[in-house]
T-cell receptor
Framework: GGIITQTPKFLIGQEGQKLTLKCQQNFNHDTMYWYRQDSGKGLRLIYYSITENDLQKGDLSEGYDASREKKSSFSLTVTSAQKNEMAVFLCASSIDSFSNERLFFGHGTKLSVL | GDSVTQTEGPVTVSESESLIINCTYSATSIAYPNLFWYVRYPGEGLQLLLK?????QKGSSRGFEATYNKETTSFHLQKASVQESDSAVYYC????????????????FGHGTILRVHP
C-alpha cells in the first residue's frame, strides 16, 4: 500500500507571513488535491493538479499558490497568513481525475496564525 | 453551486443501537453525481467508507449502508447495530462522474458528523 505524507503536522505563523505546506505520495497517482477544513465546515477545495506541472484552481484558491514540480509531490503556499486564522489543510491523491476513484488523504497540517 | 448537507453532530448512541446520519445534496453543475461517505477514525487520515455512482443503487461497507436516492437527493448512512469502534467523523461527499472531461473527480464535502458510540 501507499501513503500520503504531509509536513509539517503543525504550523504556527505570523500575520502576513508566507507559509508553505508540503505533501508527498508514493501511490504513483496522477491527481493530487489540497483541501481546507475550518471548524464545523466541510472540506473546501483549494487547488488540484491532474499531472506534473499542472495546476487547477478550486473554489478557494484566492490567497494561495500551489506547485506540482514532481508527480509525487504537491506543495501549497499561503501567500499572506491572516491573523487568528486556524484551519486544517488536507492533501489527497487519486489514480486519475476522470474516473472519480476514491481519494486517499494525508493526516493533515494544522495551521494557527498568531 | 453544488452542496452537501448532513446531520449536525455530535450524534451519540449506545453500542448495538441503530444509526442513521442524514445526507442531502444539491448538484447544480453535475449531470450524474457520484456519492460518497468518507470516515476519519481517531488518529487516522480520512478514508473512503463507501461509494455509489448509480442512482437507485446501494453501497455497503463495514456494516454501513447508503442508498443513492435521486428523487429525494439523499444518501443517508445507516447501520443496524453500531459498535464502539465506529466512533469517528463521517463525511458525505458529492463528485462528478468525470465522463465529459469537463470536470475532474474533485469532491464537494459536507461538514462532517461526529459519531460517539458508548459501550
Amino acid at each position: 500500500g501507499g501513503i500520503i505524507t504531509q509536513t509539517p503536522k503543525f504550523l504556527i505563523g505570523q500575520e502576513g507571513q508566507k507559509l508553505t505546506l508540503k505533501c508527498q505520495q508514493n501511490f504513483n497517482h496522477d491527481t493530487m488535491y489540497w483541501y481546507r477544513q475550518d471548524s464545523g465546515k466541510g472540506l473546501r477545495l483549494i487547488y488540484y493538479s491532474i499531472t506534473e506541472n499542472d495546476l487547477q484552481k478550486g473554489d478557494l484558491s484566492e490567497g494561495y499558490d500551489a506547485s506540482r514540480e514532481k508527480k509525487s509531490s504537491f506543495s501549497l503556499t499561503v501567500t499572506s497568513a491572516q491573523k487568528n486564522e486556524m484551519a486544517v489543510f488536507l492533501c489527497a491523491s487519486s489514480i486519475d481525475s476522470f474516473s472519480n476513484e476514491r481519494l486517499f488523504f494525508g493526516h493533515g497540517t494544522k495551521l494557527s496564525v498568531l | 453551486g453544488d452542496s452537501v448537507t448532513q446531520t449536525e453532530g455530535p450524534v451519540t448512541v449506545s453500542e448495538s443501537e441503530s444509526l442513521i446520519i442524514n445526507c442531502t445534496y444539491s448538484a447544480t453543475s453535475i449531470a450524474y453525481p457520484n456519492l460518497f461517505w468518507y470516515v476519519r477514525y481517531p488518529g487516522e487520515g480520512l478514508q473512503l467508507l463507501l461509494k455509489v455512482i448509480t442512482a437507485g443503487q446501494k453501497g455497503s461497507s463495514r456494516g454501513f449502508e447508503a442508498t443513492y436516492n435521486k428523487e429525494t437527493t439523499s444518501f443517508h448512512l445507516q447501520k443496524a447495530s453500531v459498535q464502539e469502534s465506529d466512533s469517528a467523523v463521517y463525511y458525505c461527499a458529492l463528485g462528478d462522474d468525470g465522463g465529459t472531461g469537463a470536470n475532474t473527480g474533485k469532491l464537494t464535502f459536507g461538514h462532517g458528523t461526529i459519531l460517539r458510540v458508548h459501550p
